[in-house]
């Protein structure tokens, strides 16, 4: 077990809903200051015509039909059924938050695909904030417009009456809900590593562009495809899932920062939030890097890592499972520390908590397999300390964990070349 599991729901104030599928899980986002979508619209005022579009939306978005009614929260009042802009039909509700609320449509002007639609609340930040998403995503999709990497794709975006609403292909359960509706049962490495590879392609995509996602975690990756065979473990004396196919997709990029916008200080949610941003150091591409090693021991074990609610606490969680933190680090922040070591009473509460529920990171091995020694070398490079030393997703995709895809990518290319 990692540290003792305590419920997610206890991070409501960094958390917020984020489906495109069939989901009945929590997501939860770091929120952001009205300071970033205000500095993103000033590096973008050269878009005049988007610019200007948009306030016309606005504009006509006032201009209600009695028909179009909102809830005391902002959310679009609709049934099963509504259709919106004559092509969306409502089917059911896929999941809701703060943001809006996500719903099932039947797409008519596509041969009645299914799709994910995300309503926003008609309120002003919400907006900005759906916007800014929508500039992202469409960056996105013009760079990847073979799909070669494993990011979600916009489908359609709209004002409908004050509401963005974004459309999405509709995919399965996120990792999260997945692992849940499992009983928590980790998954078999060879699905990790399958799934690792496509997360560490996709988000090394983003860095590439000088993107960071900044909320990386199990609930943002959905499976294509869900599906799943029940079989029994005697073991356990209950039923297990085995995916039929692990292939992943990386959602949510509302809170995806380029590299030249205003970095707010917190970013991530809590439990893969990386060590420069608990000490205020400042963050980058890596704090990413560290997000996806949490996700990957979370795949292995079936719990999360670090699980807690308190910056000094997740600090003593990190020492206990990867050693001290190094002097270089703390000497640069006046957060948590006292005399360069981390301001800590192992023998408080809290210590012998920590103590108790946590251990080295090796010592969580289920095997001493090459597979597992390999995937733990991995998660161990991913997770340093020092991010200007922590592993770049480059470096990580030529990890010998990774070994059996490059040999079937030799392959197919010598195969290809004997093709006269």
């Not at 005391?72 to 809006?100: C, K, N, P, Q, W």
Request: with cysteine; charged share 30%; glycine share 6%.
């Amino acid at each position: 077990m990692a540290c003792e599991e305590v419920s997610r729901e206890g991070t409501c104030k960094d958390r917020d809903w984020h489906h495109y599928s069939k989901s009945s899980g929590r997501s939860g986002r770091s929120r952001r200051s009205s300071r970033r979508q205000r500095d993103r619209r000033r590096r973008r005022s050269h878009s005049r015509h988007r610019s200007s579009s948009r306030r016309s939306q606005q504009r006509r978005s006032r201009k209600r039909s009695r028909s179009v009614e909102d809830d005391g929260e902002g959310h679009l009042i609709y049934h099963s059924g509504d259709m919106l802009r004559a092509r969306y039909e409502i089917v059911s509700t896929l999941g809701e938050g703060a943001f809006g609320k996500v719903v099932e449509c039947i797409d008519h002007s596509n041969d009645g695909a299914r799709v994910a639609l995300k309503i926003i609340k008609n309120i002003g930040r919400y907006r900005e904030a759906a916007m800014s998403e929508v500039e992202v995503l469409e960056q996105l999709k013009s760079l990847d417009s073979d799909k070669r990497y494993a990011c979600v794709h916009i489908l359609d975006w709209f004002d409908y009456h004050g509401h963005i609403c974004i459309a999405f292909e509709l995919l399965g359960l996120s990792t999260y809900d997945f692992l849940k509706e499992n009983n928590f049962q980790p998954f078999p490495i060879e699905h990790i590593r399958n799934m690792a590879y496509q997360i560490i392609r996709a988000v090394r995509f983003l860095h590439n562009n000088k993107l960071t996602h900044t909320d990386l975690k199990p609930e943002n990756i959905l499976f294509i495809d869900s599906e799943y065979l029940m079989e029994y473990n005697p073991e356990l004396k209950r039923d297990e899932r085995t995916l039929k196919n692990p292939d992943v997709k990386i959602v949510d990029f509302g809170n995806a920062t380029y590299e030249h916008e205003h970095h707010t200080s917190v970013v991530s949610t809590r439990h893969y939030r990386a060590p420069e941003v608990i000490l205020d150091l400042g963050w980058g591409h890596a704090c990413d890097v560290w997000s996806v090693g949490c996700i990957l021991i979370e795949y292995y074990l079936g719990s999360t890592l670090f699980q807690t609610h308190d910056s000094k606490e997740h600090l003593a969680m990190m020492e206990r499972v990867l050693g001290p933190l190094p002097t270089n680090l703390l000497q640069k922040t006046k957060r948590f520390v006292h005399r360069s070591k981390l301001d800590w009473d192992v023998h408080g509460s809290s210590g012998r908590y920590v103590k108790k529920h946590c251990k080295p990171l090796k010592q969580y091995m289920l095997s001493k397999g090459e597979d597992h020694e390999q995937l733990f070398d991995l998660i161990e490079k991913m997770m340093e300390y020092d991010p200007a030393k922590r592993l770049s997703l480059e470096q990580a995709l030529h990890h010998p964990f990774f070994s059996c895809y490059r040999k079937s990518s030799s392959k197919s290319t010598s195969s290809r070349s004997r093709v006269p």
